[in-house]
């Protein structure tokens, strides 16, 4: 009988979590850092394996240039390090400590007290108050910012994670076909999240990183409107954007519902959005800046008379690794006016062609799609139509 005390639990072989340290530390070199300290989520995830949905409470990975790195974490979380990170070396607190002065003594003790050390000043969970802690306790230390350092890292996604993406983009498609065979004159939003979410689960994702989003009639106007138990009626639009997820890598895929026959109004939003969208996703290849893919979006909302209503100021933006509260990795790169990153193989993005007439009409298609050595691919699959339901 298997002792699953001793099983590790990784999405990925160690050999690949020993790659993403490597090409860090490639990067930490170049910054002139000594030693790394990430509090994000996502990057202490894609460093170690190690997850949970505890990160609420105070925690972080100490990534030296050449010693093994070390996982600073609340007490109550150290099973979902015994069982998922692959490293062996961690440190625990209990609530009434104070964590960013152990993560001080920490790195005191390992050699760091006088060394460049990175941070994450733009890390949500590195809190005013634990970076004063930190800067306090290590006065003698050199505190510099370290924001996307690691992130930069994450944009080339491996064969691996692609794979799981891929899997996250199947339970999406699932979840989207059971929104639009649950919307009927008369039911409530709520019904169709719940049929939403049977599909979306019972294809195999986990809790997602954001949404889903069942914007129905003036929701659907509204940038991220979503349900509230609204009686759907006949005439108006519905968008649905919906995420899968599977191992914390995430899909998203957006497509457009008419309740009754549509309008000449919506039929012409809906069709600048399928146009828009392809002319983005078509436009995405190496080589290709990511001010190329937002003018192609731009310039079909354009000619259709519709650009006031694109209030999105880019066309997509990388999606992947994450938590709560968003799946996009918009932080890192995001398709936009001007901007000269050229994009390469491996990346992944959520392309939203969204219009909305505040009051009116919302109509928008999305897909994930994966940047490849001779062009793209749609991750995502699933009919582009404007979808009518009585």
């Not at 994450?154 to 993406?165: A, D, N």
């Not at 994702?205 to 949404?211: H, K, Q, R």
Request: charged share 25%; net charge neutral; with cysteine.
């Amino acid at each position: 009988m298997t002792d699953f005390r001793m099983e590790k639990e990784l999405a990925f072989d160690v050999a690949e979590y020993r790659q993403r340290l490597d090409r860090v530390r490639a990067r930490m070199r170049v910054e002139g850092l000594d030693v790394l300290v990430t509090h994000t989520p996502e990057n202490i995830l894609y460093l170690s394996g190690y997850q949970t949905p505890g990160y609420y409470m105070y925690q972080c990975l100490v990534v030296p240039l050449e010693a093994e790195p070390v996982l600073i974490l609340r007490r109550g979380e150290l099973g979902n390090f015994l069982r998922f990170c692959y490293l062996e070396d961690a440190i625990t607190y209990v609530d009434i400590q104070n964590p960013a002065d152990l993560t001080a003594k920490t790195l005191a003790n390992r050699g760091f007290a006088k060394a460049r050390i990175g941070v994450e000043l733009g890390s949500w969970f590195l809190t005013p108050k634990h970076y004063l802690t930190l800067q306090a306790a290590l006065g003698n230390a050199s505190l510099v910012d370290a924001t996307g350092t690691i992130e930069r890292c994450r944009l080339i996604k491996s064969p691996k994670e692609v794979e799981y993406i891929r899997q996250a983009a199947r339970a999406a498609e699932a979840a989207m076909q059971a929104a639009i065979d649950a919307i009927h004159v008369g039911v409530t939003d709520n019904v169709v999240v719940a049929e939403l979410h049977r599909a979306l689960f019972n294809a195999g994702s986990e809790y997602v990183a954001l949404g889903p989003f069942v914007a129905a009639g003036y929701k659907s106007t509204i940038m991220h409107g979503n349900w509230s138990r609204k009686r759907i009626e006949r005439g108006e639009s519905i968008i649905l954007e919906i995420g899968g997820c599977v191992q914390r890598y995430n899909a998203g895929l957006m497509r457009t519902v008419s309740v009754g026959k549509p309008s000449d109004r919506l039929q012409h939003m809906a069709k600048a959005s399928e146009e828009a969208n392809r002319a983005a996703y078509e436009a995405i290849k190496p080589g290709a800046t990511s001010g190329d893919v937002h003018r192609a979006c731009q310039a079909v909302f354009e000619k259709a008379g519709l650009i006031e209503l694109r209030r999105a100021n880019r066309s997509g933006y990388s999606i992947g690794l994450a938590f709560p509260p968003d799946w996009g990795e918009g932080h890192i790169l995001s398709l936009q006016e001007n901007d000269p990153t050229v994009l390469e193989p491996g990346m992944v993005f959520h392309i939203p062609s969204a219009v909305r007439e505040y009051g009116v009409y919302g109509a928008s298609f999305s897909e994930t799609v994966l940047v490849t050595p001779t062009g793209r691919e749609l991750l995502t699959n699933f009919e582009r139509a404007l979808f009518v339901r009585e």
